[in-house]
T-cell receptor, first 114, second 113 residues
């Protein structure tokens, strides 16, 4: 059974039209991450939540925002997508304190910007 | 800050050939080490992981990796590759729970049948 679920799997938007990607988890994990992966590149961390504490990477553009209304859900908002934002967006969770630090990834949401 | 380097960006092998993908990391403290695989059009999947204990770690699908602390390395190996191993392989490191996972640039493996 899928434990980290991302929706939609594929999203097509127009240049400048806001987009929201969602991630839900059934693992009850404290930590949730959003990564951006462009073609043939390594996943790049955008931000993460440790419970409700939000941690932004220094080089994450202001165009990218996130919300975590509860433990199970996390959203990635792209306020004004540009052509350079076309990528796969990966959500991941990490288990409770004392755990091994392994991340569990969802299947990703592929964003196309026209 | 942690960083991960993977030595080969593209590797092409024939079926039954042996595989070794290099991974070196830089971080002074205790680390957790991972190899993830991404098959064409699919999401990242964990191949194997090292946290402590035996430095030779066995994963799924016949893969193994050896942690050599003195060399800051965590190389991935498979004695005999199959066509179905064609994928991109990522080495990743974190400093434990609550710490972000840092990925290497990835190695694209193509296995010729």
């Amino acid at each position: 059974d899928a434990m980290v679920i991302q929706n939609p799997r594929y999203q097509v938007t127009q240049f400048g039209k806001p987009v929201t990607l969602s991630c839900s988890q059934t693992l009850n994990h404290n930590v949730m991450y959003w990564y951006q992966q462009k073609s043939s590149q390594a996943p790049k961390l955008l931000f993460h939540y440790y419970d409700k504490d939000f941690n932004n990477e220094a080089d994450t553009p202001d165009n990218f925002q996130s919300r975590r209304p509860n433990t199970s859900f996390c959203f990635l908002d792209i306020r004004s997508p540009g052509l350079g934002d076309a990528a796969m967006y990966l959500c991941a969770t990490q288990g409770t304190s004392g755990g091994t630090g392994e991340l569990f990834f969802g299947e990703g949401s592929r964003l196309t910007v026209l | 800050a942690q960083s991960v380097s993977q030595h080969n960006h593209h590797v092409i092998l024939s079926e039954a050939a042996s595989l070794e993908l290099g991974c070196n990391y830089s971080y002074g403290g205790t680390v957790n080490l991972f190899w993830y695989v991404q098959y064409p059009g699919q999401h990242l999947q964990l191949l194997l992981k090292y946290f402590s204990g035996d430095p030779l770690v066995k994963g799924i699908k016949g893969f193994e990796a050896e942690f050599i602390k003195s060399k800051f390395s965590f190389n991935l190996r498979k004695p005999s590759v199959q066509w179905s191993d064609t994928a991109e392989y990522f080495c990743a490191v974190n400093a434990g729970y609550g710490n972000k996972l840092v990925f290497g640039a990835g190695t694209i493996l193509r296995v010729k049948s």
